[in-house]
């Protein structure tokens, strides 16, 4: 999954959260990387800043905080291992963009549900010293129909694994029963290469992009 969504609050999909009726947010059609963005923790909304920066890696060159978390090293590195155990969230997303290299060119597309506006991934967050919250979403490997664009996806839960990722079983179990979404319900298609300006921040990002006939 690269560094870019949207989002856009669906109060009706969120009804089993408590605090949804209070929580407000401005759809946004480019979230990158240090955005504030909502996340549902201890089953409330509370805003979250989107990547992992800790102290070790800020002293690094030219380091960037840590959005995306492979599941495959949920179980295995360090820096995780502590916040699969204790501190995982959901992300509520509306639909994301990757990009896939053609005739040279860096072509974004943009993946959502057909079925729901409300897509929830898979997260965990930090609680830092300064009272701030950091965020990551989890990535796996691309179901086949995705592969063809990207190989790396959100980790995105049905209702049932959403309870199981946020409830008290071990995080080796977790980790075991996680996978099942099928992502039978997601559609990609190209659009305006607008988009990877993170500048840019406007409803025309998530349509379809056609290109005029000459």
């Known amino acids: 999954m690269c560094g870019r969504y949207y989002v856009d609050i669906a109060k009706d999909e969120l009804s089993f ?3 949804f009726k209070e929580f407000e947010y401005d759809e946004n059609f480019n979230v990158a990387p240090q955005t504030a963005v909502p996340c549902i923790i201890d089953n409330n909304l ?48 509306s639909g994301w963009y990757e990009w896939k290299e053609e005739d040279g060119i860096k072509q974004p597309y943009y993946f959502s549900s057909n079925t729901s506006p409300t897509l929830f991934a898979a997260g965990l967050y930090w609680n830092r010293s300064s009272g701030d919250i950091e965020s990551s979403i989890i990535t796996r490997e691309a179901v086949t129909d995705l592969q063809v664009i990207h ?19 071990s995080s080796e179990e977790i980790y075991s029963e996680i996978l099942d979404y099928t992502y039978s319900d997601i559609e990609f298609y190209k659009v305006d ?7 840019n921040n406007n409803k025309s990002l998530i349509q379809e992009f056609k290109e005029v006939p000459f």
């Open 46 to 93: 509370v805003s979250a800043n989107w990547g992992y920066f800790p102290d070790w890696l800020k002293k690094q060159s030219n380091s960037r905080p840590l959005f995306n978390t492979r599941y495959e090293s949920l179980l295995e590195k360090k820096t995780f291992t502590s916040a699969f155990k204790n501190s995982r969230c959901l992300v509520p997303i």
């Open 193 to 199: 290469r607008a988009v990877s300006n993170p500048k």
């Open 151 to 169: 190989n790396r996806s959100p980790l995105l839960l049905n209702e049932e694994k959403r309870d199981i990722w946020i409830s008290d079983i």
């Open 17 to 19: 959260v408590n605090n």
